[in-house]
């Protein structure tokens, strides 16, 4: 099973609520990553848990929450958002946070903040 | 800084004809590079991961180079299908930033039947 799963789908939230994106992988993968995606640019990494610990931050703003609360799930907590952080986001895992190894897609959560 | 370009931008060709799509990066310090394919508001496909000791990959109709001393790599797609369309972008891993993929911009193909 190579599969990484993401939920929701779609989300649509204003820019008072708080929401989370849900990622999970069942391939015992020990490293995992979100990246944003906007309309017709290629993906930009956001956060890289290895082993459940943070272990890169591109400087995401703060209304942008990781949490790995084990080694198959990983959450992107959000709060605040602003009109332009409307994007698909991408979660991707592979089998330990070592460079050569092959990361892993998701099919992404289609998020619209009105 | 670590630029990848991609060319072309978009192509467009007829079924049945074999293509090379092409991606070049400016620092040839990386662990390796991986190209993927993504069809229109989905997730990412990962096609074919080379090292960077490798030379090449192969996939079914997939053969993927890579020359690390020039910058580039070439993903070839043989005998072309109207499913074979989709964005194909190319990612490289940096020595530097272990686990960051920095990607190209992408290349659009067309294959009309």
């Known amino acids: 099973d190579t599969e990484v799963t993401q939920t929701p789908k779609h989300l649509v939230m204003g820019m008072t609520n708080k929401k989370s994106l849900k990622c999970e992988q069942h391939?015992?993968?020990?490293?995992m990553y979100w990246y944003k995606q906007k309309a017709k640019k290629p993906p930009e990494l956001m956060f890289v848990?290895?082993?459940?610990?943070?272990?890169i931050n591109e400087s995401v703003p703060s209304r942008f929450s990781p949490e790995c609360p084990n080694s198959s799930l990983l959450n992107l907590h959000l709060h605040a958002l602003q009109p332009e952080d409307s994007a698909l986001y991408l979660c991707?895992?592979?089998?330990?946070?070592?460079?050569?190894?092959?990361?892993?897609f998701g099919p992404g959560t289609r998020l619209t903040v009105t | 800084k670590q630029e990848v370009t991609q060319i072309p931008a978009a192509l467009s060709v007829p079924e049945g004809e074999n293509l090379v799509l092409n991606c070049s990066f400016t620092?040839?310090?990386?662990?390796?590079l991986q190209w993927f394919r993504q069809d229109p508001g989905k997730g990412l496909t990962s096609l074919l991961l080379i090292q960077s000791s490798q030379r090449e990959q192969t996939s079914g109709r997939l053969n993927a180079s890579l020359d690390k001393s020039s910058g580039r790599s070439t993903l070839y797609i043989a005998a072309s299908q109207p499913g074979d369309s989709a964005t194909y972008l190319c990612a490289v891993r940096r020595m530097e930033y272990g686990n960051k993929l920095v990607f190209g911009a992408g290349t659009i193909l067309r294959v009309k039947s």
């Open positions: 848990y290895s082993y459940e610990k943070l272990s």
């Open positions: 991707a895992s592979s089998l330990q946070g070592v460079p050569s190894y092959e990361q892993y």
């Open positions: 391939m015992g993968h020990r490293a």
């Open positions: 620092d040839s310090a990386i662990y390796n």
